[in-house]
Each structure stands twice: as structure tokens, then as C-alpha cells.
């Protein structure tokens, strides 16, 4: 199975900061990287795919970068909406692997 | 935009079996891929195995292979996660999830990714 190393686990922000999230794979993966984001009591709702494209809808302050084996979430200008959890998934093999997860918190 | 409704939470003993549905409300699947997930308390996400809900093939992830049956049935668009032997480990949220496939750039490469998730089912192995 591909390793998915996700850091950090926590991250606390304030309204309007920017924030980059990492996720590192055991193997090189290309560009097969998705970005969730996940509230509680919500089912995970996918962010970006294919390393950087988002998704439709979600906002332009998203964005993802990276490829085989380096990948980032960065949100610039954090918005209230955006205190979550996000994780990181691969998409290149199976089984899928996740990361496990950075909750991102509101200083 | 299909919509993915788990059932409710359940509470097992250890040895016990799980049954857990998948339903696609509004539409049949668009999708044929189903992948179900897990979470269990403070870990992270891992893969369960997934199925072709066209002709039913499902494939697992190895820990879970000798233990979990992934089923289709397209007349009512539901899939449906059984995992048997359960012990206390077991205990965590599952969900359902679409993978759909995004063809990106020129060349359109195929990317696929989970859009389009279930709300979860918890499941509690306890004596």
C-alpha cells in the first residue's frame, strides 16, 4: 500500500491567514492527489483532484500543488467556513489511501 | 447530483456480523465505482474495498479480504458492506463514497476521486 503522510495533524489559524497543509507518499504517485475537506457530523466533501484542479465550487482561495511524491493544500485568507479537517487521498493505486487527516482550528 | 444515504447506527457484539446499505437517492448510480471507508475513533481514513455496481465485481483491501462482502442491487441502486467477525477494532464510522473519474488538461487524463459521500454509518462493537 502507498504511505500517505499528512502533516501536521493540527494547525491553528485566525480569519484571513494563509495555511499550507503537506502531504508526502511512500511511492510516486503523479499527479493522482485529491484534497477533502471533512466537518463534523458532515460527509467529506472533495476539494481538488488531480494534484490542483478544484472542484466545482469550491472556492479560488483553495488551491493544490505538487507532484509525485510532494503535494500541498494552501488556503489563502481563511474564511470562517473553512475550520475543518482536511485530508489527503492517492488515487494512483489500490487500495486508496488517506491521509490522516490536519484539523485546522480557529486561534 | 446523486445522493448517497447510509443506514443508521448499529451496535454489535464481537463475533457478530454488520450489515451496512449505500443508497442512491434521485438517480441510479452515475457512477458505477462505490468505494466504502472507515474511520475509526481518532485514526484516519482506510480503504474497505470497493464495487462495480454495474456487474457487481468488488475487489477488498487486503485486511479486510477474508471478512467483508461488498453487493449491488440495481434495481433499488443500493450496495450494501457486510463485515463479519467483528471485533472491538471494527468500531468506527463507515461510509460509502462515488469515485468518479475527471478527465483533466489536453490530453484528458483520467484522475479519479471520491465526489459525492454518504453520511456515515457508525458502527459499535461492544459486549
Known amino acids: 500500500d502507498i504511505l500517505m503522510t499528512q502533516s501536521p495533524s493540527s494547525l491553528s489559524a485566525s480569519v484571513g491567514d494563509t495555511v499550507t497543509i503537506t502531504c508526502r507518499t511512500s511511492h510516486p504517485i503523479s499527479y493522482y492527489l485529491n484534497w477533502y475537506q471533512h466537518k463534523p457530523g458532515r460527509a467529506p466533501e472533495l476539494l481538488i483532484y488531480a494534484s490542483s484542479t478544484l472542484q466545482n465550487g469550491v472556492p479560488s482561495r483553495f488551491s493544490g500543488r505538487g507532484a509525485g511524491t510532494l503535494f500541498t493544500l494552501t488556503v489563502n485568507g481563511l474564511q470562517i467556513e473553512d475550520f475543518a479537517t482536511y485530508f489527503c487521498q492517492q488515487s494512483y493505486d489500490y487500495p486508496r489511501t488517506f491521509g490522516r487527516g490536519t484539523k485546522l482550528e480557529m486561534k | 447530483q446523486v445522493q448517497l444515504v447510509q443506514s443508521e447506527r448499529d451496535v454489535k457484539e464481537p463475533g457478530a456480523s454488520v450489515k451496512v446499505s449505500c443508497k442512491a437517492s434521485?438517480?441510479?448510480?452515475?457512477?458505477?465505482?462505490v468505494m466504502w471507508v472507515r474511520q475509526a475513533p481518532g485514526q484516519g481514513l482506510e480503504s474497505v474495498g470497493w464495487?462495480?455496481?454495474?456487474?457487481?465485481?468488488?475487489e477488498y483491501s487486503p485486511k479486510f479480504q477474508n471478512r467483508v462482502t461488498l453487493t449491488t442491487d440495481s434495481f433499488s441502486a443500493t450496495v450494501y458492506m457486510e463485515l463479519r467477525s467483528l471485533g472491538p477494532d471494527d468500531t468506527a464510522r463507515y461510509y460509502c463514497?462515488?469515485?468518479?473519474?475527471?478527465?483533466?488538461?489536453?490530453?484528458?487524463?483520467?484522475?479519479?476521486?471520491?465526489?459525492?459521500w454518504g453520511q456515515g454509518t457508525t458502527v459499535i462493537v461492544s459486549s
Open positions: 463514497a462515488l469515485q468518479k473519474t475527471f478527465r483533466v488538461g489536453p490530453a484528458r487524463i483520467g484522475y479519479s476521486a471520491l465526489d459525492g
Open positions: 464495487i462495480n455496481t454495474l456487474d457487481g465485481r468488488a
Open positions: 434521485g438517480y441510479t448510480f452515475t457512477n458505477p465505482v
